[in-house]
T-cell receptor, first 117, second 114 residues
């Protein structure tokens, strides 16, 4: 089974509107971390936001927020007030294991977001 | 603070040739990762180092891929001989052992095998 599933290959959003990018995950670990990265056409991976499995509140970083629903094993990214510069590929990723453990990230297949003027 | 450095940025080779990629992680980051990202897919871990020791190389095709991190700082990934299916972006990342263990990525090396 896929560990990270992103079901939206492509999404379009109008500038200044909010958009939600879906991510579901599969793990039997109690302790894990969920990450979202942005990858513009230039190729670098830019860290956006992190949610720990024991964090009670949803993570927020500026215009980014993570809608964490542990029982449903979902970790959707919400981008508010979209900007043209938000057009990029977005990856959801998971690190399994203890907090602070240097474990690999398992990535989803990504969602290509296009912001329309 | 300088980010993760990688070179070269682009490389084109013919199949059966060899190629090497270099990565210099963020200063002080003990953990270094090499990922392979095939076009249209998410990155996939090839190998993970903790200082100069290998933590996980279970997905590294060891018949043709090798990697080293001799002094626990910079690292080299080699492919010999290359196959067409090795065409991908090779990403290097590094991290500290913090609560979230955020990984910082380099710009990547785009390899084309003809």
């Amino acid at each position: 089974a896929q560990k990270i599933t992103q079901t939206q290959p492509g999404m379009f959003v109008q500038e200044k509107e909010a958009v939600t990018l879906d991510c579901t995950y599969d793990t039997s670990d109690q302790s894990y971390g969920l990450f979202w990265y942005k990858q513009p056409s230039s190729g670098e991976m830019i860290f956006l936001i992190y949610q720990g499995s024991y964090d009670e509140q949803n993570a927020t970083e500026g215009r980014y927020s993570l809608n964490f629903q542990k029982a449903r094993k979902s970790a959707n990214l919400v981008i508010s007030a979209s900007q043209l510069g938000d057009s990029a590929m977005y990856f959801c990723a998971m690190r399994e294991g203890l907090r602070g453990s240097a474990r690999q990230l398992t990535f989803g297949s990504g969602t290509q977001l296009t912001v329309l003027p | 603070e300088a980010g993760v450095a990688q070179s070269p940025r682009y490389k084109i080779i013919e199949k059966r040739q060899s190629v090497a990629f270099w990565c210099n992680p963020i200063s002080g980051h003990a953990t270094l990762y090499w990922y392979q990202q095939i076009l249209g897919q998410g990155p996939k871990l090839l190998i993970q180092f903790q200082n100069n020791g290998v933590v996980d190389d279970s997905q590294l095709p060891k018949d043709r891929f090798s990697a080293e991190r001799l002094k626990g700082v910079d690292s080299t990934l080699k492919i010999q001989p290359a196959k067409l299916e090795d065409s991908a972006v090779y990403l290097c990342a590094s991290s500290l052992a913090t609560r979230k263990n955020e990984q910082f990525f380099g710009p990547g090396t785009r390899l084309t095998v003809l």
